[in-house]
T-cell receptor
Framework: AQKVTQAQTEISVVEKEDVTLDCVYETRDTTYYLFWYKQPPSGELVFLIRRNSFDEQNEISGRYSWNFQKSTSSFNFTITASQVVDSAVYFCALSALGDSNYQLIWGAGTKLIIKP | DVKVTQSSRYLVKRTGEKVFLECVQDMDHENMFWYRQDPGLGLRLIYFSYDVKMKEKGDIPEGYSVSREKKERFSLILESASTNQTSMYLC??????????????FGDGTRLSIL
């Protein structure tokens, strides 16, 4: 079975703090893809990153970074020096052939609140 | 940039009405998707289409149908709306064939209320 777990339902931090959002996945496939999306209060889901299972290099994009660790089946997302505009719900998702034929398996989302 | 446009941000309909939600994408994507999003239940796939006139059921197709007559347009139809279909509906599109691992790009969503 394929599954994505985002154990943190809600996180609240003060602006400028660093924050890490956890994502743990399950799949038996050796080829799979992991995604992060951001959903601000306006509602539109915004694609942030895609990572394939053969690329374990960490990714950095400005204040955002992603840590992919196959050994722990995790794909965590860190925001450095958080800002109020980072407040949103963040979703992690998995795409694998498995039972879902590459349809996205979504985590439940983590609501991130950045206080000024 | 990919643009996915949903016809309405907010919609209020009555029980028993036939409701159409329209979605248009401008990037020639093969795949299009309809999700609904409910608090505590996350995103659930209703239907998707990997080509014109082709469709497949997602996780919760009951009470819904879809139409894809043109590549850029994917319509979700509530045949006889019920109050339990009050939800946020999200349309998405992606490149690639049926087994696509490409990112999905989303519209702004339609918040549908059935009274």
């Amino acid at each position: 079975a394929q599954k994505v777990t985002q154990a943190q339902t809600e996180i609240s931090v003060v602006e400028k703090e660093d924050v890490t959002l956890d994502c743990v996945y399950e799949t038996r496939d050796t080829t799979y893809y992991l995604f992060w999306y951001k959903q601000p209060p306006s509602g539109e889901l915004v694609f942030l990153i895609r990572r394939n299972s053969f690329d374990e290099q960490n990714e950095i994009s400005g204040r955002y970074s992603w840590n992919f660790q196959k050994s722990t089946s995790s794909f965590n997302f860190t925001i450095t020096a958080s800002q109020v505009v980072d407040s949103a719900v963040y979703f992690c998702a998995l795409s694998a052939l498995g039972d879902s034929n590459y349809q996205l398996i979504w985590g439940a989302g983590t609501k991130l609140i950045i206080k000024p | 940039d990919v643009k996915v446009t949903q016809s309405s941000r907010y919609l209020v309909k009555r029980t028993g009405e036939k409701v159409f939600l329209e979605c248009v994408q401008d990037m020639d994507h093969e795949n299009m998707f309809w999700y609904r999003q409910d608090p505590g239940l996350g995103l659930r796939l209703i239907y998707f289409s990997y080509d014109v006139k082709m469709k497949e059921k997602g996780d919760i197709p009951e009470g819904y149908s879809v139409s894809r007559e043109k590549k850029e347009r994917f319509s979700l139809i509530l045949e006889s709306a019920s109050t339990n279909q009050t939800s946020m509906y999200l349309c998405a599109s992606s490149l690639g064939d049926r087994a696509s691992n490409q990112p999905q790009h989303f519209g702004d969503g339609t918040r549908l209320s059935i009274l």
